[in-house]
């Protein structure tokens, strides 16, 4: 049974950084796509970051693209979400996501196009 873990998330004034983390188990994310995304209240889930498979590179949504930086750990089955300058806007519930095998670049801002998701994590920008 896959199970993804979120841990991180809080409460923080704008301009300040924060990490989310994502844990699997019964599946490994190596090798295999893994997202960002985070949803609002009345909204879809927006799509932040994501890996297709085992490559080196990040696809990034416009909205985070210098500011939010996505990293997987082999070792530990992790993925994590590094988020610095955040803004008011930024403010959502935050949840990581991850399909067994590549996906390819055209589908990994596709939210559906995910298997399995971990349970969220609020994240606020306030002063």
């Known amino acids: 049974q896959v199970q993804l873990v979120q841990s991180g998330g809080g409460l923080v004034q704008p301009g300040a950084s924060l990490k989310l983390s994502c844990a699997a188990s019964?599946?490994?994310?190596?090798?295999?796509?893994v997202g960002w995304f985070r949803q609002t209240p009345g909204k879809e889930r927006e799509f932040i970051a994501a890996?297709?498979?085992?490559?080196?590179?990040?696809y990034y949504s416009d909205s985070v693209k210098a500011r939010f930086i996505m990293s997987r750990n082999n070792a530990e089955n992790t993925v994590t979400l590094q988020m610095n300058s955040l803004k008011p806007n930024d403010t959502a519930i935050y949840y990581c996501?991850?399909?067994?095998?590549?996906?390819?670049?055209?589908?990994?801002?596709?939210?559906?196009?995910?298997?399995?998701w971990g349970q969220g994590t609020q994240v606020t920008v306030s002063s």
């Open positions: 019964g599946l490994t994310f190596s090798g295999n796509a």
């Open positions: 996501a991850t399909k067994a095998g590549f996906m390819h670049p055209a589908l990994i801002r596709t939210a559906v196009k995910y298997d399995y």
């Open positions: 890996k297709s498979g085992s490559g080196p590179v990040t």
